[in-house]
């Protein structure tokens, strides 16, 4: 099963305007980490915040992590045309082979329409 | 970072063959996962590739349906078998990066997919 659920599942926004989208989890993490993924083509690493920060910024991105709600938040802010794309939320955990492995969330998908 | 080549990018095939997919990357990695992502959906884990010994398959996937090899530190393939409708998917290969900044942060680098249609 998902260790994530994401909402929305779907989201359209006009350009300029901010876009947020909100993951849960179930299990405690070391990590949380966000990618974007452009249709048809593979997932890029876009942000990660560990399970003792609660706030984390790289340019037009902003990510929240409330560990007591298991919860985290994407805001990207004045969006693009660009930003179209779907965004998943990921979590780390040990795989029954004893190594590290991401576990996806259900994922947004984002329209920024011009 | 790693660059990491997948191929083919996309496939039709018949029912009951098998397609093998390949993923190259550019530099020594640890470890490659291979990951199936159905239409409309989100990424689940197949296995993570180890070289020199077997790969490690999550639960609900078996080595009969998709064996993988990988033989050295920079490649690996992972093979769908007796293929049915119910298979196609996005295959996505995936690497955690050499030794830098991002080592020990589960952060990974994607191909960009094998799209793959069974008639």
């Known amino acids: 099963s998902q260790q994530g659920e994401e909402d929305p599942q779907a989201l359209s926004i006009q350009e300029g305007e901010n876009a947020t989208m909100n993951c849960s989890y179930k299990?405690?993490?070391?990590?949380l980490q966000w990618y974007r993924q452009n249709s048809g083509r593979g997932l890029v690493h876009l942000i990660l915040?560990?399970?003792?920060?609660r706030e984390k910024h790289s340019g037009r991105l902003r990510v929240t992590l409330d560990t007591s709600k298991k919860s985290s938040s994407l805001l990207i802010t004045a969006s693009r045309a660009a930003d179209t794309a779907s965004y998943f939320c990921?979590?780390?955990?040990?795989?029954?082979?004893?190594?590290?492995?991401?576990?996806f969330g259900t994922g947004t998908q984002l329209k920024v329409e011009l | 970072s790693a660059v990491i080549s997948q191929k083919p990018s996309r496939d039709i095939c018949q029912r009951g063959t098998s397609l093998t997919i390949q993923c190259q990357v550019d530099s020594q990695v640890t470890m490659m996962f291979w990951y199936r992502q159905q239409p409309g959906q989100s990424l689940t884990l197949i296995a993570t590739?180890?070289?020199?010994?077997?790969?490690?398959?999550e639960s609900g996937f078996v080595i009969d349906k998709f064996p993988i090899s990988r033989p050295n530190l920079t490649f690996s393939t992972l093979t769908v078998s007796n293929m049915s409708p119910e298979d196609s998917s996005i295959y996505l290969c995936?690497?955690?990066?050499?030794?830098?900044?991002?080592?020990?942060?589960?952060?990974?680098?994607f191909g960009a997919g094998t799209r793959l249609s069974v008639l």
């Open positions: 299990t405690s993490i070391n990590n």
């Open positions: 990921a979590t780390a955990s040990i795989t029954t082979g004893g190594g590290n492995k991401l576990t």
């Open positions: 590739a180890n070289q020199g010994s077997e790969a490690t398959y």
């Open positions: 995936s690497v955690t990066p050499p030794p830098g900044p991002a080592v020990g942060k589960n952060i990974q680098y």
């Open positions: 915040i560990r399970s003792n920060e």
